[in-house]
């Protein structure tokens, strides 16, 4: 594609390899913001408040009773449906928030629950 455009492929290469360096740059500094803006939900022990739906497939806003606000989706398909039926007889706290390969991750617990609840957090808060 890189001749169809009349550009050279070296030169193509380079700019994937940087463009690609810049996207992990931001990502990391994404998910340094959002961690630092979980850290005082993770230590206060915060409970989700309010699930709402987000113009993106799978992607949800997540209100805690705080104030703080963040986007994300589940780990896997489903996540976020069990996360919403779970809210409605329990309280559900994070219990961490650690960096991964594939992003920021929450671990969401609540009583009777055996294992956390994973999701990956997609950013802060925004406008629709």
Do not use: K, N
């Not at 050279?8 to 630092?36: C, G, N, Y």
């Not at 939900?41 to 806003?61: F, K």
Request: proline letters at 6%; one cysteine or more; glycine letters at 8%.
């Amino acid at each position: 594609m890189a001749r169809e455009l009349g550009v050279d492929p070296d030169d193509a290469a380079e700019l994937d390899a940087r463009f690609a360096a810049a996207s992990e740059d931001v990502a990391t500094s994404r998910d340094e913001i959002v961690a630092a803006r979980m850290a005082p939900v993770v230590r206060r022990r915060v409970p989700v408040r309010v699930l709402e739906p987000m113009p993106a497939r799978g992607t949800t806003r997540i209100r805690f009773a705080d104030g703080t606000t963040i986007l994300a989706r589940g780990a896997m398909a489903g996540d976020l449906g069990v996360l919403a039926a779970v809210m409605r007889e329990h309280s559900v706290r994070v219990t961490s928030c650690a960096r991964a390969p594939d992003g920021l991750h929450l671990a969401l617990d609540w009583t009777g629950r055996s294992r956390p609840l994973d999701l990956v957090v997609t950013g802060l808060d925004q406008p629709d």
